[in-house]
DNA sequence: GTCCAGGGAATCA
DNA sequence: TGATTCCATGGA
């Protein structure tokens, strides 16, 4: 038995999906790990890559279950998450998307842009479309990208296409920057990138900075509550919580955040 | 009809 | 720097 292949499966379970210009489908049969889909790549290794399946969640967890129990009882909550490694311009312009949105909404826009800029693929009968390039969504106008649904976000797209098309912000060297104080900086000259927009690029891309914390509504929530104690978390002060996080998650702060973040979302949805 | 959604940018003090 | 306000859209 292949034990690699058989640890894939119960880390990620069945899926169908498009993962870049690929459509995969993993799924378990007669007690083995198939791999099936559409791709000019090895499927297996685009899965590894992708469901960060190299890296040792168990250690991980261990390390913050030591940090203290409210921690402890979200990592028991959502012990099966993982940060993927999302393409970097896709995650740019999903997060751009995502400000002051909800995320139905937010997959729903994603899907409508992929279906209308981005190549069809077919698979076991059904259409799959891949999210476009640059130079695919440079195609769109900002009038084409309020028809999709984008709002007050058209805008932003549109201009962070563009730089990023005639390499204002050259993305593709963003990977070979190591300070993540510049690494920052670079993200925040795209319109429509703040400091939470930049943080959530930086997490989860392939950029995988673990270190930094994200604090949106829900994470400012979920740390009021359990350290800070505020009256009205309305006026926490987002950089008090980031020390806070960094003191007490180290290098680990941004998993911690996610299992944070999905422990108090879905506590919220059962409420 | 009202409120809210994994915020950002413009404006003003 | 820090606080306010507006920004489209759609579902609850």
């Known amino acids: 038995m292949d034990n690699v292949l058989d640890g894939i499966y119960k880390k990620i379970g069945t899926y169908t999906g498009v993962i870049k210009d690929a459509v995969i489908n993993v799924e378990e ?13 090895n499927l297996k290794d685009i899965c ?13 967890k261990k390390t913050l279950n030591l940090v203290d129990d409210n921690v402890a009882k979200s990592i028991e909550y959502g012990s099966g998450i993982r940060i993927l490694n999302q393409d970097l311009w896709e995650c740019i312009i999903s997060f751009i998307i995502s400000a002051n949105n909800n995320i139905p909404r937010i997959k729903k826009i994603i899907e409508r842009i992929s279906m209308k800029y981005g190549k069809e693929l077919e698979f076991m009968g059904k259409k799959y479309y891949t999210f476009p390039t640059v130079e695919e969504l440079s195609k769109a106008t900002v009038q084409d990208l309020r028809e999709l649904g984008l709002g007050f976000r058209d805008v932003r797209v549109y201009e962070t296409t563009k730089k990023i098309l005639n390499k204002q912000v050259d993305i593709e060297k963003l990977h070979s920057i190591t300070d993540s104080n510049i ?3 670079e993200l925040l000259k795209l319109d429509g990138v703040g400091e939470k927009v930049a943080d959530c690029i930086m997490l989860f891309s392939t950029l995988k900075r673990l270190e930094v914390f994200p604090v949106d509504v829900w994470v400012r929530r979920v740390m009021n509550e359990l350290y800070i104690k505020a009256e009205d978390e309305n006026k926490v002060n987002k950089e008090q919580i980031r020390k806070l996080a960094e003191e007490k998650y180290k290098n680990l702060a ?18």
């Not at 198939?34 to 791709?39: D, L, M, P, Q």
């Not at 590894?48 to 991980?60: A, G, M, S, T, V």
């Open 29 to 41: 049969k007669e007690g083995k790990v198939v791999f099936s889909g559409v791709s000019n790549k």
């Open 48 to 60: 590894i890559e992708y469901f960060d399946l190299n890296r040792n969640y168990e250690d991980i």
């Open 183 to 185: 690494l920052r900086e």
């Open 254 to 271: 941004g998993i911690a955040q996610q299992y944070l973040f999905y422990w108090k979302r879905e506590e919220n949805k059962a409420g």
